[in-house]
């Protein structure tokens, strides 16, 4: 009985189907449709989003994505990171809506906005996910709208709202309870070299408040 039980397993497409909700077990490929998918397990793909606006992608596990065109985007990332302007205009913009959402690992070429990432984030060049909450590690740059946890880079590191390190040659945050380690270090419009730091409470200040109101 168990085994007709495991075979009636392997048979399936691994995936429950409910009102909207489509979940996928043990590995999934990426970009995923215009359903609402969860992914439990192993996301593996291009780029770890819905190929339409409509839907939404959870993933509970590993995501594993190769994006080739975050390579474009360095150049000027470097330079718009090395100038360090306190204006949020040069900022990651607020995603309207968060189309994805990580818990676990993810490894990526690059990640782009409309991600809220939670946990521990590999980057072989640039993170642009609009909310980080945990490790964030990448080889040239990282920019969000917020980040909670760490900011990790060779090159830069930026946020308009910012709990935790930032870690990197030059580094910018907006406003937030922050300590940054670098060359050139802007929280608000104070600037300072080697190290930076501002961990007075905000009051009446929430990520996600801030979010809408931008």
């Not at 590999?122 to 945990?134: A, H, M, P, Q, R």
């Amino acid at each position: 009985m168990n085994r007709f039980a495991l075979i009636g397993l392997l048979l399936t497409a691994f995936f429950i189907e409910g009102q909207g909700q489509i979940t996928r077990y043990v590995l999934w490929i990426t970009p995923t449709g215009k359903n609402n998918v969860i992914i439990d397990g192993l996301a593996l793909g291009i780029m770890a989003q819905p190929a339409s606006p409509e839907g939404s992608l959870r993933i509970n596990g590993i995501n594993v994505e190769v994006l080739p065109l975050a390579v474009f985007t360095m150049p000027g990332s470097m330079v718009l990171t090395m100038l360090n302007v306190p204006e949020g205009n040069l900022y990651a913009e607020a995603p309207e809506r968060s189309n994805s959402v990580i818990h676990g690992v993810s490894i990526s070429g690059g990640m782009f906005e409309q991600v809220e990432m939670h946990g521990l984030s590999l980057n072989l060049i640039n993170s642009y996910v609009g909310f980080s909450y945990g490790t964030e590690m990448s080889f040239v740059m990282n920019s969000n709208y917020s980040f909670s946890g760490s900011q990790l880079s060779g090159w830069g590191n930026r946020a308009v709202e910012g709990h935790g390190l930032q870690f990197g040659l030059f580094n910018s945050c907006q406003s937030g309870r922050v300590v940054q380690i670098g060359m050139f270090n802007r929280i608000g419009n104070r600037v300072l070299p080697l190290i930076n730091f501002d961990l007075r409470k905000k009051s009446g200040r929430d990520r996600r408040q801030s979010k809408m109101k931008r």
